[in-house]
């Protein structure tokens, strides 16, 4: 049949199975935003910046596993979603975002809303494409969501210029897989390599397991929890992989790094075999890795990506493969090797001896009180209040640290949040993209009174879309982690990081049409995050928590310094 560009994107979307897409219309996307309102295969989602779209379609995959998809026209509407594509990518999150372009007649010649989109995003996508003729565009689609899914996934950008959006060709429907001669990921792991490391895990006397988000973004959290109970291990996850293995797994002891537990970071240091599971070592986990790499150890390393292994630190047993179908051979080879001749229980034995030493110094432990609501206790409270079944979403800074400290995380794919990029303002319409992937669910994000301020205006969106998020604000008045910073390391020169001139949050709550409460006693923590979630179940509520604003994230481990030189609290 013969369709015209906007239509074949209408089509394509709906071949990949799309329920919703996140955009807002301009000029070189009108035509596929008329062929959007005469289609009912996927729903869109106005948003009321590009930005939040993108944020949007990222937390909507993170939540779901699903390719997210955003719409947005040429020119500002695409340097608007450039945050939000890099913050997808940093995250390896999938999925396709379709900007319009300028008529390919006039490319190059500073054309209105024009701007050099395949350019400017070359740094920060898995690929891009520029289609310059309407007889690509149904190929082009399908590769892109194969590109978003396969392998390490990522954000891929397909830009259309607004003629071809309106030329017309034969389009054919989808037959089959995919395939690029020039694209083909590695997913099984080599065996050898397996067998090597079962092996060396099996001689192992300290045993430590790592993984990060690629165990998350893998579904490998089934296995993973698998081989953390066939070794014995103790296990960590990175701030991604918070929930692969369930915080209250009597083998996970917290998260690793900068702001990471002390049994954690002490055990990342002191082990003997390291397993590292769709982690990357980064800077806010293993701090120096001069001082990292100071213990001898031996470390295996399993990942999608190739170029990630021993990126930056040295490894010794390198597993290139899909982390689903590693951990699955390697807890099979596991279960058959062992039952030969099993781990040394003598030596595992007095490594968690060890291990719970470390665990005695409560690192978590702070100062509560009657009179100040305290950050840490808002989390814990939000915790236990929702059995640790709540989707979390968080902006970026202190309260994200807390949030990953104190929210007590069971499963997968419910802590939603920025890491690689660390980017303020998604807290709101990450809320949004989870609510539409998981409708009906509690959702809550945590944030602070900068953050949400960056994309507020996306309470309108939840308005018109009766979409329901608790917003959880801990109010310090302060940017707090650019404070915290400037206390320890800038001797207590606050240069603009204090907030002098902030909204009613509750009025500015209340004029979208949403309730809103301000919550300045411990005593009434509780019962206002029990009153958002029973009685206020299906509205938006804004609870600004008024916090103490001298507190501090700790432990911390300061840049530039290893692993075992943390910061326990104020006294050092």
Same mark, same amino acid.
């Given at each position: ?16 199975? @799309? #329920? ?46 699903? /390719? ?33 372009? !300028? ?25 891009? &494409?520029? !289609? ?25 950008? /397909? ?71 066939? /070794? ?28 990471? =537990? ?11 075999? $390291? ?19 100071? @213990? ?29 179908? !590693?951990?699955?051979?390697? !807890? ?22 060890? +291990? ?25 409270? $939000?915790? #236990? ?5 709540? &989707?979390?979403?968080?902006? +970026? ?28 303002? +998604?807290? $709101? ?11 009906? +669910? ?15 205006? #996306? ?71 029990? #009153? ?8 938006? @509520? ?7 604003? =001298? ?22």
């Amino acid at each position: 049949m013969e369709l015209n560009g906007a239509e074949i994107v209408v089509r394509c979307l709906a071949e990949q199975g @799309v #329920e919703h897409v996140f955009g807002y219309p301009g000029g070189a996307v009108l035509y596929i935003y008329d062929a959007i309102y005469q289609q009912d295969h996927f729903k869109h989602i106005l948003v009321r910046h590009e930005q939040a779209a993108v944020h949007a379609a990222d937390a909507y995959s993170r939540a779901s596993d699903k /390719v997210g998809v955003a719409l947005v026209t040429s020119g500002p509407g695409l340097t608007n979603a450039v945050t939000g594509i890099a913050t997808a990518y940093m995250d390896s999150i999938p999925m396709v975002i379709i900007s319009g372009q !300028v008529p390919t007649a006039v490319i190059g010649e500073d054309a209105f809303q024009e701007c050099d989109t395949v350019g400017i995003t070359r740094p920060c996508v898995k690929h891009n &494409f520029l !289609v310059r003729d309407v007889r690509d565009l149904a190929e082009t689609m399908r590769r892109a969501f194969y590109i978003a899914k396969t392998g390490r996934p990522g954000p891929v950008l /397909v830009d259309i210029p607004k003629d071809i959006t309106v030329a017309t060709t034969k389009f054919t429907a989808k037959r089959g897989e995919v395939k690029m001669r020039s694209y083909a990921p590695v997913t099984k792991g080599h065996q050898g390599q397996i067998k090597k490391a079962v092996q060396l895990l099996l001689s192992a006397e300290r045993p430590m397991i790592y993984t990060g988000g690629g165990v998350v973004i893998g579904d490998a959290s089934h296995e993973l929890r698998e081989l953390v109970n066939l /070794v014995g291990a103790p296990c960590t996850s990175t701030l991604m992989g918070l929930g692969a293995i369930p915080a209250t797994h009597d083998h996970f002891v917290g998260m690793p790094g900068m702001h990471g =537990t002390f049994e954690a970071n002490m055990a990342m240091q002191h082990c003997d075999v $390291l397993v590292a599971i769709g982690a990357r070592f980064d800077d806010r986990v293993v701090g120096n890795p001069r001082h990292f790499g100071q @213990v001898p150890r031996k470390i295996i390393h399993i990942d999608i990506d190739p170029s990630v292994i021993a990126k930056r630190v040295p490894v010794d047993i390198p597993i290139v493969g899909d982390v689903k179908d !590693v951990l699955q051979d390697m !807890v099979m080879l596991y279960r058959q090797a062992a039952a030969e001749k099993g781990p040394n229980k003598t030596a595992l034995a007095k490594w968690w001896q060890q +291990v719970n030493t470390w665990r005695g110094k409560k690192c978590l432990d702070y100062n509560a009180s009657d009179s100040i609501i305290k950050p840490q206790y808002v989390v814990e409270t $939000l915790s #236990e209040v929702t059995g640790g079944n709540a &989707f979390v979403t968080s902006d +970026v800074g202190q309260h994200q640290m807390w949030a990953a400290q104190y929210y007590r995380f069971n499963e997968p794919r419910r802590w939603i949040n920025s890491g690689g990029l660390g980017t303020m303002g +998604v807290g $709101l319409p990450y809320a949004m993209g989870v609510q539409m992937a998981n409708p009906g +669910v509690d959702v809550a994000v945590i944030t602070g009174e900068a953050s949400i301020q960056m994309n507020i205006q #996306e309470l309108s969106t939840c308005k018109q879309y009766r979409l329901s998020p608790k917003i959880l604000c801990l109010n310090n008045r302060y940017l707090g982690m650019v404070r915290q910073w400037q206390e320890l390391d800038y001797g207590s020169r606050y240069s603009e990081s204090y907030i002098d001139a902030l909204p009613d949050f509750v009025k500015l709550a209340e004029s979208y049409g949403h309730i809103g409460m301000q919550i300045t006693s411990p005593s009434d923590v509780e019962p206002a995050i029990r #009153e958002a979630f029973g009685k206020y179940k299906d509205r938006l @509520v804004f609870l600004d928590f008024i916090t103490d604003q =001298t507190e501090n994230v700790w432990p911390m481990v300061k840049a530039g310094c290893g692993l075992t030189e943390m910061l326990l609290g104020p006294e050092e």
